[in-house]
């Protein structure tokens, strides 16, 4: 758990505006600090599972964070990931093409001749 002091340095480093205390950018450094801190626990304690489950989903709410900005300003992604020193696979802009082998594509349109058939 962060102190007060540590998360009010962070805000105002992160923060888009003067009051904001809640954007992408903002969480996305919190909960970066917060899994530094969890993961340096969880080296001591190896067997802290309920802590492993924290950790787990404060990844996994960084990285929806972390895909949410990528969609809506890709330039504060970048700046952010490269600040907080992040190990990132960028998101498919457009996931609607196809990513299935060609065989398979082949197969599945076999599959649907003989079904019209």
Known sequence: MLDKKKKEKIIEKYKTHASDTGSSQVQIAI??????????HLKEHKKDFSSRRGLLKKVAERRRLLNYLFREDQKAYDELVKDLKLKVIK??????????PDELIEAVEEVEDIEKE
């Open 91 to 100: 998101p498919q802009e457009d996931k609607k093409e196809d990513i299935l």
């Open 31 to 40: 909960l970066t600090e917060e899994v530094k801190e969890l993961t340096k």
